[in-house]
């Protein structure tokens, strides 16, 4: 790490108003403490060391003394400690301080600190409480370049989509059989065009199948049937190792003639889409941050007095980054409540979804706040069914 690191680490902790950030790990069971601190997974950490970075002024380094190199790659004064009694010893000149951890309520994707570590902590005097929003502060905020990245990214799925859907139409139209897994295959293929890269295989479902908002194609998957709805849902990002996702989901149905109640019940969602973006430029244009729990909130809220409260079965977006799943603010109020506040540099998707037992519908769109304004990646967003 070097000092512009540390300087980083520190403005953030000011910001969140805290008297400083505990780093921990113990056989690397906190890949998040080695990424934010650049230290490599593949040094030996069979026992517990702690980093603490102050709010300002010099870190300190509290690593056992059979490891006592495993944090030279850092700044900060060494403190070697050989048995427990030493380690509590040490940790009691944080007393009276709160200080952030890797642990949070709410968010089981960055809570690594165990509840024994947590208890010894408390017992040294010392107030711990979420690094969220310093995690998000630091990785999950991004950068002009990083943007550029995950903008890049977006524009290739969308251009994507569209020519996948040029296919399906063309199998419709020639009464060709066409499988889910299919239509998977073209995906990938688009990807790879683009030299864009995946953590998984694209969603594809037909059917009933749309009603299951993690399907998983099995081989070839389902034959899609005329009348049958499509659920489109890709994920890719760039090779490097700062390249930023992007993460859509578009709806077709196969056929021409679309039913009036899909009609309603996707314009619908649309419109809980479109509330999202409104309520977070309203707030913005006022000067308010919202929370990814307000947003959500205001999307179910919507949805509910439309009749959908039993259909609604996730969260309306994630933060992301460098991960699909990223570090920053979730759109969630109901799974895993997220009071982050959406600043300069969050990236996210708005993705609400309605699932049945015949079919389901979920439109997906990425969202960026850039100088106190929400922006929408790629190119533009649906608004209506994709038909052949």
């Not at 921990?24 to 702690?50: C, I, K, M, Q």
């Not at 370049?145 to 995950?150: C, F, I, K, T």
């Not at 524009?155 to 139209?173: A, D, K, M, P, R």
């Amino acid at each position: 790490m070097n000092t512009l690191a540390l300087e980083k680490l520190q403005e953030a902790i000011r910001e969140e108003g805290l008297d400083g950030w505990l780093f921990y790990n113990f056989h690397h069971r906190d890949p998040l403490a080695d990424e934010l601190l650049g230290l490599s997974v593949d040094s030996t950490n069979s026992r517990p060391w702690f980093y603490m970075v102050p709010e300002r002024g010099n870190p300190v380094k509290l690593v056992h003394a059979i490891e006592a190199s495993i944090l030279d790659s850092l700044p900060g004064t060494k403190v070697l400690y050989s048995g427990k009694d030493q380690l509590n010893q040490s940790l009691r000149q944080f007393a009276g301080k709160t200080l952030a951890a890797h642990r949070d309520n709410n968010l089981p994707v960055i809570s690594f600190l165990d509840a024994g570590t947590t208890e010894n902590l408390a017992h040294a005097g010392i107030q711990v409480v979420s690094a969220a929003s310093l995690i998000q502060r630091i990785k999950g905020l991004l950068s002009e370049e990083d943007l550029e990245s995950h903008k890049r990214a977006a524009l290739g799925l969308y251009e994507i989509v569209e020519e996948t859907w040029q296919v399906v139409s063309e199998h419709f139209h020639t009464n060709k059989t066409l499988y889910e897994g299919d239509i998977q295959s073209l995906i990938l293929r688009g990807m790879e065009k683009r030299n864009l890269f995946t953590d998984h295989p694209p969603i594809v479902a037909a059917g009933a199948h749309a009603g299951d908002p993690h399907y998983e194609v099995s081989r070839k998957g389902s034959p899609v049937l005329k009348g049958e709805i499509i659920q489109l849902d890709l994920w890719a990002r760039e090779s490097g190792q700062r390249a930023i996702y992007a993460d859509i989901s578009w709806v077709g149905f196969y056929g021409t003639e679309i039913p009036s109640p899909l009609k309603t019940i996707f314009q619908d969602l649309v419109d809980s889409r479109e509330r999202a973006l409104d309520y977070i430029n309203e707030n913005l244009s006022r000067g308010i941050r919202p929370t990814g729990a307000a947003v959500d909130r205001e999307v179910r809220k919507l949805l509910i007095a439309r009749g959908y409260e039993g259909a609604i079965q996730h969260r309306t977006g994630h933060g992301i980054d460098t991960e699909c799943h990223g570090s920053g603010v979730n759109i969630d109020s109901i799974e895993f409540p997220d009071d982050r506040k959406l600043l300069d540099g969050a990236c996210f998707s708005i993705e609400p979804g309605l699932y049945f037992n015949d079919y389901g519908f979920r439109t997906e769109i990425d969202v960026y706040i850039y100088q106190n304004h929400a922006y929408i990646s790629g190119k533009e967003r649906q608004f209506t069914l994709l038909t052949p």
